[in-house]
């Protein structure tokens, strides 16, 4: 991974902030996270901070948490360039930048008469 150091004028002031190259290569890791409190948050943004897609399986979590920790995440993936989309209603993939997600929409099935779902 190259560095280098980057002179930034700020006015009257200089300062000098480290800027990184991001590897990209073959995806081999994905992380699966299983929070059961909302302090586990710190481990889910470390992971995707280092680049590692993290499964964030909320299921154990009650809705205020789940909540709190879907806000969470998508500052994370606004702050990092990256996406965060819903697997289930409680299961989101966050990726970062480097990483590409496809998913094959599959329609529902049509109900075969909607007269004889509507009983009312």
């Not at 299983?34 to 979590?61: C, Q, W």
């Not at 809705?63 to 360039?81: E, I, N, T, Y």
Request: proline share 4%.
């Amino acid at each position: 991974m190259e560095s280098f150091d980057l002179a930034v004028g700020l006015g009257a002031a200089w300062s000098c902030a480290l800027v990184r190259d991001v590897e990209v290569g073959a995806l081999n890791r994905i992380t699966t996270i299983h929070p059961r409190t909302y302090n586990e948050a710190k481990n889910i943004g470390e992971s995707f901070r280092d680049g590692t897609p993290v499964i964030m399986n909320l299921t154990d979590l009650d809705d205020a948490d789940a909540k709190r920790l879907v806000d969470f995440a998508a500052g994370l993936v606004f702050g990092l360039h990256g996406s965060i989309e819903r697997v289930t209603s409680k299961v989101f993939l966050l990726s970062p930048a480097h990483i590409e997600v496809t998913a094959n929409e599959v329609e529902p099935p049509k109900a075969a008469s909607r007269g004889f779902f509507n009983q009312s």
